[in-house]
C-alpha cells in the first residue's frame, strides 16, 4: 500500500464548478498534512497547510479526518487557472522534515 | 523572495558518464532535499541534508551520492549514470522548524 494516494484523474470541471479531491495516508502518526500545487512543467509550490479544525483558503478549503486518515481539497467556484495537478504531502514517519508526496490529481477547468 | 535554482533545466548524458546537478537556495535554510518525479510515482526523496556535510538516505538512494560543502549548496552526483535515472530531478530546502519546502524548478535529465 502507497503511504499517500490520491485519485490521478483527470477530472475535468467546468468553470464556476465546485470539485473535490480526497487523499488517504498510511501512516497513522503524521502530524503534517498539506496541499501543494504543480503547475505542467512546473515545480510544486505550497497551497495550503490542514490542519485538524479544518480551513479555508479563499475558494479552497481543506479538511483533515484523522480517523479515516483521509485529507481533503474543495474548490468552489473554480477558475481555469486553477488547472494544475494537486499533490498532497504528508510528514513521514518518525520525521517532521521528511514528506511523502502523492503522485497527484489533475485537474483542467474547461471555459 | 524566496529562490532556489539548479545548474541545468535540461540535460542529455550518455550511458556511464557521472552527473553532478548543482542546487543552490539563497534563504540560509538548513535542511535540504533532492527528489526525483516520475509519471504515477510522485515525488521520490533521494537524499536529504540537514545541515553542512551532513546526509540522510532517502527513500531511493541507490547509484545517487550527494555533497553538502556549504549551506546554500546541495549538490546531486550520479557516479555512473544508468537510463533508468532518466528523470525530473527537483531540489527543495526548508528552514528547520517551518513547513513549507520550496522546490528549485527542476533538471529534466535524459541518459541515452
Known amino acids: 500500500r502507497k503511504e499517500v494516494e490520491q485519485d490521478p484523474g483527470p477530472f475535468n470541471v467546468p468553470e464556476g464548478a465546485t470539485v473535490a479531491f480526497n487523499c488517504t495516508y498510511s501512516?497513522?502518526?503524521?502530524?503534517?498534512f498539506f496541499w501543494y500545487r504543480q503547475d505542467c512543467r512546473k515545480e510544486p509550490k505550497l497551497l495550503m497547510s490542514?490542519?485538524?479544525s479544518g480551513n479555508e483558503d479563499g475558494r479552497f478549503t481543506a479538511q483533515l479526518n484523522r480517523a479515516s486518515q483521509y485529507i481533503s481539497l474543495l474548490i468552489r467556484d473554480s477558475k481555469l487557472s486553477d488547472s494544475a495537478t494537486y499533490l498532497c504531502?504528508?510528514?513521514?514517519?518518525?520525521?517532521?522534515?521528511?514528506?511523502?508526496f502523492g503522485s497527484g490529481t489533475q485537474l483542467t477547468v474547461l471555459p | 523572495d524566496v529562490k532556489v535554482t539548479q545548474s541545468s533545466r535540461y540535460l542529455v548524458k550518455r550511458t556511464g558518464e557521472k552527473v553532478f546537478l548543482e542546487c543552490v537556495q539563497d534563504?540560509?535554510?538548513?535542511?535540504m532535499f533532492w527528489y526525483r518525479q516520475d509519471p504515477g510515482l510522485g515525488l521520490r526523496l533521494i537524499y536529504f541534508?540537514?545541515?553542512?556535510?551532513?546526509?540522510e538516505k532517502g527513500d531511493i538512494p541507490e547509484g545517487y551520492s550527494v555533497s553538502r560543502e556549504k549551506k546554500e549548496r546541495f549538490s546531486l552526483i550520479l557516479e555512473s549514470a544508468s537510463t533508468n535515472q532518466t528523470s525530473m530531478y527537483l531540489c527543495?530546502?526548508?528552514?528547520?522548524?517551518?513547513?513549507?519546502?520550496?522546490f528549485g524548478p527542476g533538471t529534466r535529465l535524459t541518459v541515452t
Open positions: 534563504m540560509d535554510h538548513e535542511n
Open positions: 504531502v504528508v510528514n513521514k514517519r518518525n520525521s517532521a522534515r521528511q514528506l511523502t
Open positions: 501512516n497513522s502518526a503524521s502530524q503534517s
Open positions: 490542514v490542519y485538524s
Open positions: 541534508s540537514y545541515d553542512v556535510k551532513m546526509k
Open positions: 527543495a530546502s526548508i528552514r528547520a522548524g517551518v513547513n513549507e519546502q520550496y
